[in-house]
């Protein structure tokens, strides 16, 4: 058949049916068919609604959806209908967490990430801002109705119909401290619940824009650094959490936020769980089901929706959930059915359009109307899914207009998706916040796919070989000559200079155990590592690791974008979310194979400084090149840029202090813990900072001291506990 040149030159350029990936619900790439699955998108409106009118009565739902159903499509279609009031709602969308251990600080994250980069109204204000204003108002009003003050009145209801008049407003030292004053005691009035420490950022944020970053990553859960710490006002102590102690310390926070959404929101917040597929481990569904029990027990403003492969609910999830978060769920428990024959021609026309619009075709199903009977009999055959649709219609495509394009093969298809994603990635880099979990899976599926021509050989990468707090992976590395040598990977996203040295001591520690041992430290550069004279122990720390033959990577926007791209690309794989041209999805072995072949640091320098370095580790020339380097005598920085007063000078005295003043140090540290309590190893961290000690030693010494000091002993570890 003849086609139109004009058609089909923009049909080779922009084939509207050549389907890679799902993609990001909260990004519409492409025309929306409204009637398919009307029934669902309708009975989960209504459930909002009855959330937003009841929200004390708890709610949660599922959507159940093969392969290709639509199911990230219908959070997208949820997410444009919130953002029209039909019916309004705030979201958080939610890919799988990585780290059981970390699951309530990655939905405190991923739910305050969500509700800052969400505006509504023309005047493009978030969530947040909108509360802040209403509770601002609500001070006021109450201030106008003490003193009768009409002016007063007057700016209560400029701020409550604007709420980011109330945070843009230019307070004078005066008012802005009294105000400070009545925010306080207003919402301790009526919120004795509140976290202590959540209120006094509020407040902060309320009245000070030059504090609202800080006070933000607070928000999120970080472990801000001491100068963050003190331009809010507030102790640092998440610096030497627990990991137990964060975790609760992010429940309290989504509670707290909860109880503000609640009570000043106009809307509940969504979290939309996606691709659970990548769920697997007994800790991991064990986790999610605590994510689960909280929202149903503990929430008021918030509603979960998760969506599941039908056969991954039945044999993974349904099985290992409670039984009464299962009876919740199903409760509300809706099935995508997928496309009618009219429907199905609907998408083809939409998609038709997108591409074609402008140019003059003889209908709006052309090029397929030239051979109507071959069209009417592929659609109608056995037609399951939305993806089902436009596969066929691609193959058709072909078929029918004799265009001579070669199927993409697997890899093809993989390479085409994994630019696409970093494009996204970098197009809405603020969707993603730096991500501890995901840059480590990123770096696992690299490692644990090299070819054989790589330069070196991975035999062994997990977290086994030395169980290391602070190590994300220790690898065991062969390399051409057949030496064998361990490689700490140390990722880092902190923003404290505790932690961060606390995760270079690790790896200097490791290294110090065996020569052909190496520490490779990877950050992201969205999370500062400032240059001398600050953090002067932590910038030592690093060149140690450095001067011993270890090596620094750190990620800029472009190489970032890389690795959270491939880490996202492998949740879509086991999600079933990227298919070949005929239908069939991409498989984990062929994932595995794309990144073998594909990816390395030639083709991508994203991945370079990471492959050259472990090239050339077995010759040892990077640590001997350091020894080679003439040492330079320790010297201070310049007297007009002192050091940070937060952190210990380099290079700190190593002293033998008596046991009593070790149990006296020991003391004054846990004084400053609001739980007066700290895991040993965490002790002995802060300890050697300016002494040389060692768990077991800190822990026998103790022993002595037991009228101040409790020993509280787990299997893996031991807690401290200050009398």
């Given at each position: 058949?003849?086609?139109?040149?004009?058609?089909?030159?923009?049909?080779?350029?922009?084939?509207?049916?050549?389907?890679?990936?799902?993609?990001?619900?909260?990004?519409?790439?492409?025309?929306?068919?409204?009637?398919?699955?009307?029934?669902?998108?309708?009975?989960?409106?209504?459930?909002?609604?009855?959330?937003?009118?009841?929200?004390?009565?708890?709610?949660?739902?599922?959507?159940?959806?093969?392969?290709?159903?639509g199911?990230?499509?219908?959070?997208?279609?949820?997410?444009?209908?919130?953002?029209?009031?039909?019916?309004?709602?705030?979201?958080?969308?939610?890919?799988?967490?990585?780290?059981?251990?970390?699951?309530?600080?990655?939905?405190?994250?991923e739910?305050?990430?969500?509700?800052?980069?969400?505006?509504?109204?023309?005047?493009?204000?978030?969530?947040?801002?909108y509360?802040?204003?209403?509770?601002?108002?609500?001070?006021?009003?109450?201030?106008?109705?003490?003193?009768?003050?009409?002016?007063?009145?007057?700016?209560?209801?400029?701020f409550?119909?604007?709420?980011?008049?109330?945070?843009?407003?230019?307070?004078?030292?005066?008012?802005?401290?009294?105000?400070?004053?009545?925010?306080?005691?207003?919402?301790?009035?009526?919120?004795?619940?509140?976290?202590?420490?959540?209120?006094h950022?509020?407040?902060?944020?309320?009245?000070?824009?030059?504090?609202?970053?800080?006070?933000?990553?607070?928000?999120?859960?970080?472990?801000?650094?001491?100068?963050?710490?003190?331009?809010?006002?507030?102790?640092?102590?998440?610096?030497?959490?627990?990991?137990?102690?964060?975790?609760?310390?992010?429940?309290?926070?989504?509670?707290?936020?909860?109880?503000?959404?609640?009570?000043?929101?106009d809307?509940?917040?969504?979290v939309?769980?996606?691709?659970?597929?990548?769920?697997?481990t007994?800790?991991?569904?064990?986790?999610?089901?605590?994510?689960?029990?909280?929202?149903?027990?503990?929430?008021?403003?918030?509603?979960?929706?998760?969506?599941?492969?039908?056969?991954?609910?039945?044999?993974n999830?349904?099985?290992?959930?409670?039984h009464?978060?299962?009876?919740?769920?199903?409760?509300?428990?809706?099935?995508?059915?997928?496309?009618?024959?009219?429907?199905?021609?609907?998408?083809?026309?939409s998609?038709?359009?997108?591409?074609?619009?402008?140019?003059?075709?003889?209908?709006?199903?052309?090029?397929?109307s030239?051979?109507?009977?071959?069209?009417?009999?592929?659609?109608?055959?056995?037609?399951?899914?939305?993806?089902?649709?436009?596969?066929?219609?691609?193959?058709?495509?072909?078929?029918?207009?004799?265009?001579?394009?070669?199927?993409?093969?697997?890899?093809?298809?993989?390479?085409?998706?994994?630019?696409?994603?970093?494009?996204?990635?970098?197009?809405?880099?603020?969707?993603f916040?730096?991500?501890?979990?995901?840059?480590?899976?990123?770096?696992?599926?690299?490692?644990?796919?090299?070819?054989?021509?790589?330069?070196?050989?991975?035999?062994?990468?997990?977290e086994?070989?030395?169980?290391?707090?602070?190590?994300?992976?220790?690898?065991?590395?062969?390399?051409?000559?057949?030496?064998?040598?361990?490689?700490?990977?140390?990722?880092?996203?902190?923003l404290?200079?505790r932690?961060?040295?606390?995760?270079?001591?690790?790896?200097?520690?490791?290294?110090q155990?065996?020569?052909?041992?190496?520490?490779?430290?990877?950050?992201?550069m969205?999370?500062?590592?400032?240059?001398?004279?600050?953090?002067?122990?932590?910038?030592?720390?690093?060149?140690?690791?450095?001067?011993a033959?270890?090596?620094?990577?750190?990620?800029?926007?472009?190489?970032?974008?890389?690795?959270?791209?491939?880490?996202?690309l492998?949740?879509?794989?086991?999600?079933?979310?990227?298919?070949?041209?005929?239908?069939?999805?991409?498989?984990?072995?062929?994932?595995?194979?794309?990144?073998?072949?594909?990816?390395?640091?030639?083709?991508?320098?994203?991945?370079?400084?990471?492959?050259?370095?472990?090239?050339?580790?077995?010759?040892?020339?990077?640590?001997?090149?350091?020894?080679?380097?003439?040492?330079?005598?320790?010297?201070?920085?310049?007297?007009?840029?002192?050091?940070?007063?937060?952190?210990?000078?380099?290079?700190?005295?190593?002293?033998?202090?008596?046991?009593?003043?070790?149990?006296?140090?020991?003391?004054?540290?846990?004084?400053?813990?609001?739980?007066?309590?700290?895991?040993?190893?965490?002790?002995?961290?802060?300890?050697?900072?300016?002494?040389?000690?060692?768990?077991?030693?800190?822990?026998?010494?103790?022993?002595?001291?037991?009228?101040?000091?409790?020993?509280?002993?787990?299997?893996?570890?031991?807690?401290?506990?200050?009398?």
């Amino acid at each position: 058949m003849q086609l139109d040149p004009t058609i089909r030159k923009q049909l080779l350029a922009n084939n509207p049916f050549s389907f890679s990936a799902a993609g990001d619900p909260r990004e519409n790439d492409y025309p929306d068919v409204e009637g398919i699955d009307q029934e669902v998108t309708q009975s989960i409106s209504q459930l909002i609604e009855q959330k937003q009118k009841q929200p004390g009565i708890p709610r949660a739902a599922i959507v159940l959806g093969e392969t290709g159903s639509g199911k990230t499509h219908m959070i997208g279609r949820l997410i444009k209908a919130g953002s029209k009031g039909k019916p309004p709602f705030s979201f958080a969308y939610l890919q799988p967490f990585i780290d059981p251990n970390c699951a309530f600080r990655y939905l405190l994250k991923e739910i305050v990430s969500n509700l800052y980069s969400t505006s509504y109204s023309n005047e493009k204000y978030s969530q947040i801002d909108y509360v802040s204003g209403q509770i601002i108002a609500k001070v006021l009003f109450k201030v106008a109705e003490r003193y009768s003050d009409d002016k007063i009145f007057k700016i209560a209801r400029t701020f409550q119909a604007s709420p980011l008049k109330a945070l843009k407003r230019k307070y004078t030292p005066k008012d802005r401290e009294k105000l400070l004053q009545l925010t306080k005691n207003f919402l301790k009035d009526n919120h004795d619940e509140l976290n202590v420490n959540f209120l006094h950022v509020l407040r902060q944020y309320f009245f000070f824009e030059e504090k609202r970053r800080a006070a933000r990553h607070w928000f999120m859960g970080k472990a801000i650094d001491q100068e963050d710490c003190e331009l809010l006002g507030i102790r640092d102590y998440r610096s030497t959490q627990t990991p137990e102690a964060a975790e609760e310390e992010a429940r309290q926070i989504l509670l707290s936020l909860d109880l503000i959404l609640n009570t000043y929101g106009d809307r509940p917040l969504i979290v939309f769980f996606d691709q659970l597929e990548n769920l697997t481990t007994k800790e991991q569904l064990g986790k999610f089901n605590q994510l689960l029990q909280f929202f149903c027990d503990r929430t008021r403003a918030m509603m979960p929706i998760s969506f599941f492969r039908g056969d991954e609910w039945n044999d993974n999830f349904r099985v290992n959930l409670d039984h009464q978060i299962v009876t919740r769920l199903e409760g509300n428990e809706f099935l995508l059915k997928g496309c009618t024959q009219n429907q199905a021609k609907e998408i083809i026309r939409s998609r038709l359009d997108m591409v074609l619009s402008g140019i003059q075709r003889p209908d709006s199903l052309y090029p397929f109307s030239v051979d109507a009977k071959e069209f009417e009999r592929v659609i109608d055959h056995q037609v399951k899914s939305p993806r089902d649709v436009i596969n066929r219609a691609n193959q058709l495509l072909f078929s029918i207009t004799e265009i001579d394009i070669e199927v993409d093969t697997p890899h093809q298809v993989l390479a085409k998706t994994f630019s696409n994603k970093i494009a996204k990635i970098l197009a809405n880099f603020d969707h993603f916040e730096p991500d501890e979990g995901r840059l480590t899976l990123a770096l696992q599926l690299y490692l644990n796919n090299r070819p054989e021509n790589a330069g070196y050989t991975v035999e062994q990468l997990d977290e086994s070989l030395e169980k290391i707090k602070f190590i994300d992976l220790v690898g065991r590395l062969r390399s051409i000559d057949g030496s064998v040598y361990k490689v700490a990977f140390l990722i880092d996203v902190e923003l404290h200079f505790r932690t961060v040295g606390a995760s270079l001591r690790r790896g200097i520690a490791l290294m110090q155990k065996k020569e052909k041992n190496r520490a490779v430290f990877i950050r992201d550069m969205r999370c500062p590592f400032p240059e001398l004279p600050k953090w002067p122990a932590t910038n030592q720390r690093l060149q140690e690791i450095e001067d011993a033959g270890g090596s620094k990577i750190f990620l800029d926007t472009e190489a970032a974008a890389h690795w959270y791209a491939l880490a996202l690309l492998k949740f879509d794989v086991e999600a079933g979310d990227v298919s070949c041209e005929d239908g069939t999805s991409i498989t984990r072995p062929q994932f595995n194979a794309f990144i073998r072949d594909c990816l390395n640091g030639k083709a991508f320098p994203a991945f370079a400084k990471l492959d050259d370095y472990l090239k050339a580790i077995p010759d040892g020339s990077s640590k001997k090149a350091a020894e080679a380097k003439p040492k330079k005598k320790a010297t201070s920085p310049p007297k007009s840029t002192p050091p940070s007063k937060h952190e210990q000078p380099d290079n700190p005295p190593v002293t033998k202090p008596s046991s009593e003043e070790i149990a006296q140090m020991a003391g004054e540290i846990l004084k400053q813990i609001p739980v007066r309590m700290l895991k040993a190893d965490l002790l002995v961290d802060k300890l050697s900072e300016k002494h040389s000690i060692n768990t077991d030693k800190l822990l026998h010494l103790l022993e002595d001291y037991h009228e101040q000091f409790t020993l509280i002993r787990a299997t893996d570890h031991t807690i401290i506990k200050l009398k």
